[in-house]
């Protein structure tokens, strides 16, 4: 039996990410609207047919209209994606809801927490949009470059409807694409966001020279501590060893297309924030999350040594040196606890 695919759609955001998935939409045949939030970044898209700031080299396909206005974007589908920085999730949720469609379905792509809440993101969905729609989130190990190239890549799609992620994983699969279901939406959304926190870390270890040992120590126990929180919000332990939790947080803390990543690189290698972004050139989602996981965290009681040492060197100006040392330094336990 052929999978109903999307088709339609209208990515919301025109980073590198937003760019990369719309182009994979539209490779697949589904007529697909871009809009970022820069008129003069879409009117360059329009023109040129290509993102030529974060995506060099790679042509738009016939079926992928860039989009200057936001209702035109919205106008062709029923269906939206959100591919924004999760600093202004919310905010770009109350600029599409006077445009949705009857019927209309939500998906995300953004990895991070809401800005100042400390809470996953349905549940900005739920407050500003209702919780009768339609919703699904895409993560999992991905970098936009390599999507757009067209190499191998896999990722999950969770949501609260089964025919929507069905439809959804339909329209992302191709020869070298391939998306998994899930029901686990705050696992996915969790896994997705803290692993960035993590991704600092190892970063960081890298760029104070600690080594391979250090890092998969980090990558290890990081994992166990985003199981820890993800639990407690009611995610699967088993998402977390799939590919929004441990293939996303290896990927990220190893590959150097990693913006958090060389973003903690940066900063053990003396760098002020401001610095490290501004030679990274683009939104680095970790900073924002090191303070949102590290509050959501301390609220729900959970012990995460590893993103309260990154909070550290990021807000109150912990020397990186001694945060690795400290968690060294902890008294010593059994590695997993009955």
Aim: glycine fraction near 10%.
């Amino acid at each position: 039996m052929t999978q109903q695919i999307l088709k339609s759609l209208a990515v919301i955001g025109a980073g590198s990410w937003g760019t990369a998935l719309s182009i994979l939409f539209a490779r697949n045949g589904i007529q697909t609207t871009m809009w970022g939030h820069l008129p003069e970044h879409m009117h360059t898209l329009c023109n040129e047919r290509s993102n030529e700031e974060f995506l060099p080299g790679i042509s738009f396909p016939e079926k992928l209209e860039p989009c200057v206005e936001l209702e035109q974007a919205m106008s062709i589908s029923k269906d939206i994606l959100l591919v924004v920085p999760s600093h202004v999730f919310g905010i770009v949720l109350q600029q599409i809801k006077p445009y949705l469609q009857p019927g209309c379905r939500v998906a995300w792509a953004t990895k991070g927490l809401e800005s100042g809440r400390a809470r996953l993101l349905h549940e900005s969905v739920g407050e500003i949009l209702g919780d009768d729609i339609p919703l699904a989130v895409i993560s999992g190990p991905t970098f936009a470059k390599e999507v757009a190239q067209g190499l191998p890549t896999a990722v999950t799609v969770a949501s609260n409807n089964a025919e929507f992620a069905q439809t959804l994983a339909a329209s992302l699969h191709n020869e070298t694409f391939r998306a998994y279901t899930s029901t686990d939406i705050s696992g996915v959304e969790l896994g997705g966001s803290a692993k960035n926190v993590l991704a600092i870390a190892a970063g960081i270890a890298d760029g104070l020279g600690f080594g391979a040992n250090t890092r998969a120590a980090l990558i290890t126990r990081g994992l166990a501590e985003i199981m820890r929180l993800g639990i407690e919000l009611g995610g699967d332990a088993e998402t977390f060893m799939g590919l929004a939790g441990m293939g996303d947080l290896v990927l990220t803390c190893t590959d150097n297309q990693s913006r958090n990543r060389r973003f903690g690189i940066a900063i053990a290698q003396g760098m002020t924030q401001q610095q490290a972004v501004d030679s990274i050139g683009q939104v680095v989602e970790g900073i924002k999350t090191t303070e949102e996981v590290y509050r959501l965290a301390a609220r729900l009681h959970i012990d995460m040594p590893i993103t309260q040492q990154v909070y550290r060197v990021l807000y109150e100006n912990a020397d990186p040196h001694q945060a690795v040392h400290e968690l060294f330094a902890r008294e010593q336990k059994a590695e997993f606890q009955h």
